[in-house]
């Protein structure tokens, strides 16, 4: 026995382990004659004459007999047949008879009783205790009630199913006609609708009845038709039975009553809440809640938008939401992969695609008592099409046309029962629009939600690879999606009142540019208005337009920006893509104005005439004790007279001189590299550019969030002016009061006894005089040292021009006679006479022409000093103080035609608008709009300020040839001693 006990043991136990190890088998394994065993969870075979059960948990005895359990001595089932005209129990262990409603005996069907859809199984007992008889009789469900499925009791309709037995044509998907289920697709095409054609005419009929499932599922119907009511359709069908009964509670609303959407958006005691932006304070969150529904109308449940139920996006859960804090302006926009984002929404809902579900979409907020309360949103669906247009897409001056509906699909996948074609419509644009209404502190209209679809069409060939192929084409389809939050306000105020000051202040501009024109052709000794004069008039009132436009328009946006990220409840609101565009033209135009005017500038700056007066005298003069004038050597010519040569004047310091000039012609306030480093560093490094994000307060690091163009602009406008100014300011007030290059020249100048005339226009000049109070600067550094010395100690006359007087710097008015004298000195060098006698002579030409140069040079020099030296009886001047009209308006009062004047400068510096440096503004601006308007359309501030910079340089280095050829043209100095 002990040999044999572990064979039993290891018998016993090898047994329990079979029954712990099997294949794997589900009941759908099982074939027509097994069932399935939980114990062993495997098939298993009837036995004979025995069938499988429905779910083939047990095996049955055939149709018509029954299971006798009164012996049970055998463990196998014992089947016997019913007599005839009985059937088998519900059981299947006893046989009765069949009744239909009128009491007359029936025949069984396939060994049960069975009855019609809409009648219920009764069991009756009759007869009395000795012969009782059991028999089931078929009872008709009253009105409105339906079986249940095993037809044992009737229960009230919920669904519109128990309206198809009394029409059955009803309940047939070829009744409908396809047009009428059809879904126009957007590429012209229509897709055949299974849903519609199925259950459109059931939901109608238990619509009628006022069965609310029947009437959710007709308005869902209508859902997936985008709303068309152009022909016969489920929408058409909903309004009829909804205009009937307007105030039944049984048929959800769908559409708005008000004929204009307007009237709807605009409506003021709607959301009865103020809105703030205090961080955690009351309605300072945008509580959108989404309600969903089922095809047939179950309500699933409210959830929050905030967890991203309507951003498809790949941002992360703070970012989505925070696009719902009042007040902060969130634009999302992704390439994305539509399998991706049918994935999404089936994650999110825990559905499949086919298994359509509908949304209403409700604000959540707390009124003024503290009551939480909830409004349903307005949807624009762009999908919607009325007359064959799609209404929804216009803008807000079309609100007119809108249709303002209540529910909608976010996605759908359908195929169309007889071709299967797939229709499959995703989101691609949604967006949620704040209407604020105007001075009402935190109080809004009834926002609403925008929403577009695009539509995929797919003709399917192969039925059995439908899903497969569905599959396939999602994940080779791409959508472009978008999903923003804008807050509106009715922009007529502001826009009105930026119509009236630019209106006002372009007539001041004309009238400006008239003046300026005026005066420009008094200067030119214009008598009459010529063509010349107008295209003046046109450029200076495009330079003065240029500037208001930037003040109005940077103004406004500075504005609106800064004011609304200061308030702390909903005042001021940032103006939306739309709006926006007015002050975008405005500052585009601004920009192409300053370029036209820029170039104006320069084209003044080029052809500026500038001569270099050398007061220098012969050192070795016998026969005049003072320098002869014109008039006097051409009496002596004319008398006979001789003069002894004198050795000529050292010319090095006019070149010198001359190539200061050109240093200075460069020179400005700010520097365009320093400018453009510093706003990067500013804007990029410190993240201030930040705060051009559309939130409330001044918050940095939340790049993620939305700008608009007019916040960039108005931060992008600060940051510039403020470097730029900091430079203008530090340069003018520090580093020029150090080491100032322009009065530097000046006292250049001075030493070497040069004074400089620079004709701006034929009639008007700048003049520096530079006349050395020593009478010569042809010297040595010992003698040189000797003059400066004696001007420190006060030991010789001053600079000025006039005496006791140190004034250097005039304006001059030049007389007709002086243009006349200086346009037929500089005659000569424009005549082609000279080319013949070269070749006679047999001399060089660029030497023949240096000889005439340097003739027709030093008879200008001779002239010039006569004019200052009041030595020419028919060209003179007075000297007189600056009037304040005539500064203020820039223009000469007086006349100057016979008798020039020479208006004192008291700045000393009225001779920088020659340069540059005098016209800063006309440069700095136009970098400013560039760098503005490269910005708002690029929205890269590195690239913006790579191209500001490049063309800066670009300028400067061809404007910097046009005055070097210019100052050698008019100051007729030789050009290969200019550096």
């Not at 003021?268 to 109308?297: C, K, M, P």
């Not at 440096?917 to 760098?931: A, K, T």
């Amino acid at each position: 026995m002990l040999i044999l006990l572990p064979f039993v043991l290891f018998s016993t136990c090898n047994s329990q382990y079979l029954y712990n190890q099997f294949i794997w088998e589900e009941p759908d394994n099982c074939n027509s004659s097994e069932f399935y065993n939980p114990v062993i969870q495997s098939c298993q075979q009837c036995a004979e004459n025995l069938r499988p059960n429905t779910d083939k948990s047990t095996c049955l005895c055939p149709l018509g007999q029954y299971e006798d359990v009164t012996n049970i001595t055998t463990p196998e089932k014992q089947c016997r047949p019913c007599g005839q005209g009985e059937a088998v129990s519900e059981d299947g262990k006893s046989c009765i008879k069949c009744f239909d409603g009128n009491g007359r005996q029936k025949a069984a069907e396939n060994g049960k009783c069975t009855c019609d859809r809409d009648s219920i199984k009764t069991i009756r007992y009759v007869g009395n205790n000795l012969t009782l008889e059991t028999r089931i009789e078929c009872s008709r469900c009253p009105l409105n009630t339906k079986p249940d499925r095993d037809q044992l009791v009737c229960e009230k309709c919920v669904g519109f199913e128990c309206y198809c037995p009394e029409v059955n044509s009803k309940c047939s998907e070829t009744a409908r006609p396809p047009i009428h289920a059809g879904i126009e697709v957007e590429t012209g095409q229509t897709f055949h609708s299974g849903h519609v054609r199925r259950f459109s005419d059931a939901a109608e009929l238990g619509c009628k009845s006022k069965n609310q499932e029947s009437c959710q599922t007709l308005a869902n119907l209508c859902v997936l038709q985008n709303y068309n009511r152009d022909t016969t359709t489920a929408c058409t069908l909903y309004e009829s039975i909804y205009r009937t009964n307007p105030s039944s509670t049984d048929i959800p609303s769908l559409f708005y009553l008000n004929s204009e959407a307007s009237i709807e958006l605009f409506r003021e005691s709607a959301i009865d809440a103020h809105f703030n932006f205090v961080s955690g304070g009351r309605n300072s969150f945008l509580d959108f809640q989404l309600a969903t529904y089922t095809f047939n109308g179950t309500f699933i449940g409210f959830r929050p938008v905030a967890e991203g139920l309507l951003q498809y996006c790949p941002f992360d859960t703070d970012r989505k939401e925070g696009a719902f804090k009042f007040g902060r302006m969130e634009k999302e926009e992704c390439r994305i992969n539509l399998e991706e984002v049918i994935k999404k929404f089936e994650v999110t809902y825990n559905v499949n695609i086919r298994d359509l579900l509908f949304h209403e979409l409700y604000l959540r907020y707390t009124d003024k008592n503290g009551v939480v309360k909830i409004y349903n949103v307005p949807i624009l669906n762009e999908n919607i099409r009325s007359g064959g247009r799609f209404v929804n897409r216009g803008d807000a001056r079309q609100d007119n046309r809108w249709i303002l509906t209540r529910r909608f699909y976010i996605m759908d996948e359908q195929i169309e029962p007889d071709s299967f074609n797939v229709l499959v419509r995703v989101p691609v644009h949604i967006s949620l629009h704040i209407h604020v209404q105007l001075s009402r502190d935190g109080r809004i209209f009834p926002p609403h939600m925008r929403i577009r679809h695009n539509q995929y069409y797919w003709t399917i060939d192969n039925k059995s690879s439908l899903n497969n192929e569905v599959i396939e084409r999602t994940h080779d389809e791409h959508a472009n999606f978008l999903f923003q939050t804008v807050y509106v306000i009715d922009s007529f105020v502001h826009d009105k009142t930026i119509e009236v000051i630019m209106a006002t202040l372009s007539c001041t501009c004309v009238l400006w540019g008239a003046v300026r024109a005026y005066s420009w052709g008094r200067r030119a000794g214009k008598l009459l208005v010529d063509a010349s004069t107008i295209i003046k008039f046109v450029l200076y009132v495009a330079e003065n337009l240029g500037n208001i436009f930037l003040l109005i328009a940077g103004c406004t946006a500075v504005w609106l920006t800064f004011a609304y990220k200061l308030q702390k409840e909903m005042v001021y609101v940032t103006l939306t893509y739309d709006q926006e565009w007015s002050l975008v033209i405005y500052i585009c135009c601004a920009c192409g104005l300053k370029a036209i005017a820029l170039v104006h500038t320069y084209m003044r700056l080029i052809f500026t005439e500038t001569f270099f007066v050398d007061w220098e005298r012969p050192r070795h003069s016998l026969d005049r004790s003072r320098e002869t004038t014109m008039m006097e050597m051409t009496q002596n010519e004319l008398l006979g007279q001789k003069t002894k040569k004198a050795p000529p004047v050292v010319i090095w310091r006019t070149y010198l001189i001359a190539n200061e000039w050109n240093e200075l012609q460069y020179y400005r306030k700010t520097s365009i590299s320093l400018q453009m480093i510093a706003l990067l560093f500013i804007l990029e490094w410190f993240r201030f550019g930040d705060w051009a994000i559309v939130q409330p307060g001044f918050h940095r690091g939340d790049p993620v969030y939305a700008e608009s163009r007019i916040s960039r602009l108005a931060v992008n406008l600060t940051a510039y002016l403020m470097i730029s100014m900091s430079q203008w300011i530090i340069n003018v007030l520090i580093i020029e009061k150090i080491t100032d290059p322009f009065r530097n020249f000046m006292d250049l100048c001075s030493v070497a006894n040069i004074s400089v005339l620079a004709l701006s226009h034929p009639l008007r000049a700048y003049y520096i005089h530079g006349r050395s109070v020593h009478g010569l600067a042809d010297t040595d550094m010992l003698e040189m040292n000797t003059f400066l010395q004696r001007e420190k100690e006060n030991l010789c006359g001053l600079r000025g021009l006039e005496s006791n007087s140190e004034l250097q710097t005039f304006i001059a008015c030049l007389p007709r006679a002086f243009r006349e004298r200086l346009d037929e000195l500089t005659g000569a060098l424009k005549t082609t006479t000279q080319g013949p006698q070269v070749r006679m002579v047999g001399g060089d030409k660029t030497t023949t022409k240096v000889e005439n140069t340097a003739k027709i040079h030093s008879e200008i020099n001779q002239f010039v000093k006569d004019f200052i030296d009041h030595a020419d009886p028919s060209c003179d001047y007075v000297v007189t103080d600056p009037k304040l009209i005539e500064e203020i308006l820039d223009i000469e009062l007086n006349d100057t035609s016979k008798v020039g004047t020479l208006i004192r400068d008291p700045s000393e510096m009225s001779y920088s608008s020659c340069f540059v440096y005098g016209n800063e503004w006309s440069h700095l601006s136009f970098e400013l709009l560039l760098f503005c308007v490269l910005d708002m359309f690029l929205l890269n501030r590195i690239i913006s300020a790579t191209i500001v910079y490049v063309t800066s340089l670009a300028i400067t280095s061809i404007a910097k040839t046009f005055f070097t050829n210019n100052l050698v043209r008019s100051s007729l100095v030789d050009h290969r001693f200019l550096i």
